[in-house]
């Protein structure tokens, strides 16, 4: 059974850093792609970031790009995300997600098979 276990996630101010964690699971090679998620108060869930699992491509969306980085570690089979510069519109839960077939768009719910249980990420002003 394919589990996805995040991290990680906690209270910070303005400005702080956070890293988040997702360990899978329950598979027995390498997926397609991983990626984060997150999802605020009475907002839908969107698009943070994401990695290619082989050759490492790295999406971000624009509110991310810059402040977070996506990483992996493949004998691990984790991912991670390093967030700085926090902001308080950065609240959220934070959502862990694979895909384990190719997908044209990374940034899409669509593309991922397996979701983790989310994380909570508060930034006060």
């Known amino acids: 059974q394919v589990q996805l276990v995040e991290s990680g996630g906690g209270l910070v101010q303005a400005g702080g850093s956070l890293r988040l964690s997702c360990a899978t699971s329950?598979?027995?090679?390498?997926?397609?792609?991983m990626g984060w998620f997150r999802q605020a108060p009475g907002k839908e869930r969107e698009f943070v970031t994401a990695?290619?699992?082989?050759?490492?491509?790295?999406y971000y969306a624009d509110s991310a790009r810059g402040r977070f980085t996506i990483s992996r570690d493949n004998a691990k089979n984790t991912v991670y995300l390093q967030m700085n510069s926090l902001k308080p519109e950065d609240t959220a839960v934070y959502y862990c997600?694979?895909?384990?077939?190719?997908?044209?768009?990374?940034?899409?719910?669509?593309?991922?098979?397996?979701w983790g249980q989310g994380t909570q990420v508060t930034v006060s002003s």
């Open positions: 329950g598979r027995t090679f390498s997926w397609y792609v």
């Open positions: 990695i290619r699992w082989s050759g490492g491509t790295r």
């Open positions: 997600a694979a895909g384990a077939a190719w997908s044209p768009k990374s940034d899409s719910q669509r593309a991922y098979n397996y």
